[in-house]
T-cell receptor
Framework: DAGVTQSPTHLIKTRGQQVTLRCSPK?????VSWYQQALGQGPQFIFQ???????QRGNFPDRFSGHQFPNYSSELNVNALLLGDSALYLC???????????????FGSGTQLSVL | AQKITQTQPGMFVQEKEAVTLDCTYD???????LFWYKQPSSGEMIFLIY??????QNATEGRYSLNFQKARKSANLVISASQLGDSAMYFC?????????????FGTGTRLKVLA
C-alpha cells in the first residue's frame, strides 16, 4: 500500500523563479492538504483540495496556488519566489468519511525547497 | 484564535524510561481534535494519537498515551518504555471540528533524544 509520495525531494531555485511541487495521495484517499514547514517551526497550513477544488486556504499570498487532478494527485505552484519561501513543503492526504474524527492526515516526506 | 504551545524545545530520556512531552492549546470552539505527530529526520510526519474534545477517557495507542486535561487546556503526550527509535521531533496539533474547517494548527515541536 503506497503512502503519500512527493516529488522532487530537493529543489534549488533563485529568487523570482517559479516552482511546481507534486504529490500523490495515499491509495484510497481523496483529499490533499499542503503545509509549509520553515526550519525550526511547525507546519503551517497552505490550502486543502477536495473534489478538484480549493476548499480552505491558510494565510498565504496568491503566489501560492494549487491544483488537484481527477486521480486525486495534486500540485503546489509558487510564483515569484522569495528567500523566505525556503522551507520543507509537506503534502498530506486524507479520506472524507463524514466522521471528522476518523479523518487522520497521512504525510509525505516533503520537498525541501531552497531559494537562493 | 487557535494556538498550540509546546514549551520544551528539547528533551532527553534514558532508554526504557517514560517521558512526558507538554502541549497546551487555546481555542474558543467547543468541538476540536488534538493530535500528536512524530517527525523523524526523514521529514515524514507520522500520526501517533488522537483525542477528541468530548472524549471522556484519555486516548492510548500502544506505548503512547495522551494526558488530556480539558480545564487546563493541556494535552501532554506520554511515551512509556522509551526506545532509541523514539528519537525525533514531536508535534502537537489541533483541528477545529466544526463544519468548513479543515486546517491543522501545529506547535513548534519538541526534539526528543533517547539515550542508551
Amino acid at each position: 500500500d503506497a503512502g503519500v509520495t512527493q516529488s522532487p525531494t530537493h529543489l534549488i531555485k533563485t529568487r523570482g523563479q517559479q516552482v511546481t511541487l507534486r504529490c500523490s495521495p495515499k491509495s484510497g484517499h481523496d483529499t490533499v492538504s499542503w503545509y509549509q514547514q520553515a526550519l525550526g517551526q511547525g507546519p503551517q497550513f497552505i490550502f486543502q483540495y477536495y473534489e478538484e477544488e480549493e476548499r480552505q486556504r491558510g494565510n498565504f499570498p496568491d503566489r501560492f496556488s494549487g491544483h488537484q487532478f481527477p486521480n486525486y494527485s495534486s500540485e503546489l505552484n509558487v510564483n515569484a519566489l522569495l528567500l523566505g519561501d525556503s522551507a520543507l513543503y509537506l503534502c498530506a492526504s486524507s479520506l472524507q468519511t463524514g466522521i471528522t474524527t476518523n479523518e487522520k492526515l497521512f504525510f509525505g516526506s516533503g520537498t525541501q525547497l531552497s531559494v537562493l | 484564535a487557535q494556538k498550540i504551545t509546546q514549551t520544551q524545545p528539547g528533551m532527553f530520556v534514558q532508554e526504557k524510561e517514560a517521558v512526558t512531552l507538554d502541549c497546551t492549546y487555546d481555542t474558543s470552539d467547543p468541538s476540536y481534535g488534538l493530535f500528536w505527530y512524530k517527525q523523524p529526520s526523514s521529514g515524514e510526519m507520522i500520526f501517533l494519537i488522537y483525542q477528541g474534545s468530548y472524549d471522556q477517557q484519555n486516548a492510548t495507542e500502544g506505548r503512547y498515551s495522551l494526558n488530556f486535561q480539558k480545564a487546563r487546556k493541556s494535552a501532554n503526550l506520554v511515551i512509556s518504555a522509551s526506545q532509541l527509535g523514539d528519537s525525533a521531533m514531536y508535534f502537537c496539533a489541533m483541528r477545529d471540528l466544526q463544519a468548513g474547517t479543515y486546517k491543522y494548527i501545529f506547535g513548534t515541536g519538541t526534539r526528543l533524544k533517547v539515550l542508551a
